[in-house]
């Protein structure tokens, strides 16, 4: 990257992390005013044969799975379903659950944008998604019938949460990225996921365009988004195949920098406005493992030693990191929102 180029990003970088003080304000007192869930909670007694069950509905397929209170990151059993109409999806996932019921309580962990104010008319719905078929659709409805107490977060602040409870990280933060048929961003801190105005859309941030990027964006509504820029669809334009098609590109082909460009202009923003103590990628994308290498390379030239931490610099692979249960985290993450909810955890 060359010098201006550093430059133009860093000051854009910057200035949108100074034009949203009013995130840092909100984190801020957040962390001064809230303990961690856990001690918040009133002491609940779950036997360890307790049943959690957990649903993850993803842009491509959707997953149940289920696990005993004892070892909530083991799944006993699961099932994946493609994502098709919401009717045809929910009632696969529902007469799976039907057949290991009844169970202690449920997580519901969906891809948005979705309603996660409870005092809303529209709370556990796919809102405005460009997903055909499922906007404004009452996804929770579909749970009703188990009569437990259900959950419900976006499919990246789950696996975000789960990340804080079940990965080997320091600190009480974390940021959590998808990169797959979308890009999500998930954000906990204090070891709570932030809602706020509706919950966070990283995907959507608007990088630089890289010197000589002639890719246009697939999306119509933000061409120049991260999810434009970067997702499965993107680097399969790059590399002139169909997405099914990428595990054939080979790692020396120039579409996995130019990706690897872009995410690490997210990395970057999420850590000057959020700050978080690590960041997890994972997602079908980033199955690549050479990208992780590329990202932090672009992250290093991005930042040009402006924050002088150790974890941005020499122990950059200590912060920007894959899950340690690759991509079985979402699913988990969807159990960590129904052992905290059956723990009076909200």
Same mark, same amino acid.
């Given at each position: 990257?060359?010098?201006?180029?550093?430059?133009?990003?860093? &000051?854009?970088?910057?200035?949108?992390?100074?034009?949203?003080?009013?995130?840092?304000?909100?984190?801020?007192?957040?962390?001064?005013?809230?303990? $961690?869930?856990?001690?918040?909670? +009133?002491?609940?007694?779950?036997?360890?044969?307790?049943?959690?069950?957990?649903?993850?509905?993803?842009?491509?397929?959707?997953? +149940?799975?289920?696990?005993?209170?004892?070892?909530? /990151?083991?799944?006993?059993?699961?099932?994946?379903?493609?994502? #098709?109409?919401?009717?045809?999806?929910?009632?696969?996932? @529902?007469?799976?659950?039907?057949?290991?019921?009844?169970?202690?309580?449920?997580? @519901?962990? $969906?891809?948005?944008?979705?309603?996660?104010?409870?005092?809303?008319?529209?709370?556990?719905?796919? #809102?405005?998604?460009?997903?055909?078929?499922?906007?404004?659709?009452?996804?929770?409805?579909?749970?009703?019938?188990?009569?437990?107490?259900?959950?419900?977060?976006?499919?990246?602040?789950?696996?975000?949460?789960?990340?804080?409870?079940?990965?080997?990280?320091?600190?009480? *933060? &974390? /940021?959590?990225?998808?990169?797959?048929?979308?890009?999500?961003?998930?954000?906990?801190?204090? *070891?709570?996921?932030?809602?706020?105005?509706?919950?966070?859309?990283?995907?959507?941030?608007?990088?630089?365009?890289?010197? =000589?990027?002639?890719?246009?964006?697939?999306?119509?509504?933000?061409?120049?988004?991260?999810?434009?820029?970067?997702?499965?669809? +993107? &680097?399969?334009?790059? /590399?002139?195949?169909?997405?099914?098609?990428?595990?054939?590109?080979?790692?020396?082909?120039?579409?996995?920098?130019?990706?690897?460009?872009?995410?690490?202009?997210?990395?970057?923003?999420?850590?000057?406005?959020? *700050?978080?103590?690590?960041?997890?990628?994972?997602?079908?994308?980033?199955?690549?493992?050479?990208?992780?290498?590329?990202?932090?390379?672009?992250?290093?030239?991005? =930042?040009?030693?402006?924050?002088?931490?150790?974890?941005?610099?020499?122990?950059?692979?200590?912060?920007?990191?894959?899950?340690?249960?690759?991509? =079985?985290?979402?699913?988990?993450?969807?159990?960590?929102?129904?052992?905290?909810?059956? =723990?009076?955890?909200?």
């Amino acid at each position: 990257m060359a010098p201006a180029e550093v430059s133009a990003w860093r &000051c854009a970088a910057l200035a949108t992390a100074f034009a949203s003080g009013a995130i840092l304000t909100h984190l801020y007192h957040r962390r001064l005013s809230l303990r $961690s869930p856990d001690q918040c909670a +009133a002491p609940q007694s779950l036997p360890p044969n307790a049943l959690f069950a957990a649903v993850e509905l993803g842009g491509t397929s959707c997953r +149940a799975a289920l696990a005993f209170a004892d070892d909530p /990151a083991k799944l006993i059993d699961t099932t994946e379903v493609r994502t #098709t109409d919401p009717h045809t999806t929910l009632s696969h996932i @529902v007469r799976f659950l039907r057949t290991h019921a009844p169970f202690v309580s449920l997580g @519901v962990a $969906s891809f948005g944008p979705v309603d996660l104010d409870r005092s809303s008319k529209t709370y556990g719905y796919v #809102t405005s998604s460009n997903k055909p078929g499922w906007r404004q659709t009452d996804v929770l409805s579909y749970f009703k019938e188990f009569n437990v107490p259900i959950a419900f977060d976006t499919d990246v602040n789950a696996p975000a949460i789960a990340e804080m409870r079940y990965g080997n990280h320091t600190g009480d *933060s &974390c /940021a959590y990225i998808t990169v797959g048929t979308g890009i999500g961003v998930g954000l906990v801190v204090n *070891s709570q996921p932030v809602h706020g105005l509706a919950h966070p859309e990283g995907g959507h941030m608007m990088p630089l365009r890289r010197e =000589n990027d002639q890719y246009p964006g697939w999306l119509t509504d933000h061409p120049m988004s991260v999810e434009s820029m970067a997702s499965a669809k +993107a &680097c399969a334009d790059r /590399a002139g195949v169909e997405p099914a098609n990428l595990p054939s590109v080979p790692d020396d082909h120039p579409a996995w920098d130019d990706v690897a460009y872009y995410l690490a202009q997210l990395c970057f923003t999420i850590c000057v406005i959020a *700050s978080p103590h690590v960041i997890v990628l994972s997602g079908g994308v980033m199955k690549r493992a050479i990208l992780f290498e590329k990202i932090r390379t672009h992250f290093k030239k991005i =930042n040009n030693e402006y924050l002088l931490l150790d974890k941005l610099t020499t122990n950059i692979d200590e912060y920007i990191v894959p899950s340690g249960y690759g991509n =079985n985290i979402g699913i988990i993450g969807a159990i960590e929102l129904a052992r905290r909810v059956a =723990n009076g955890i909200k």
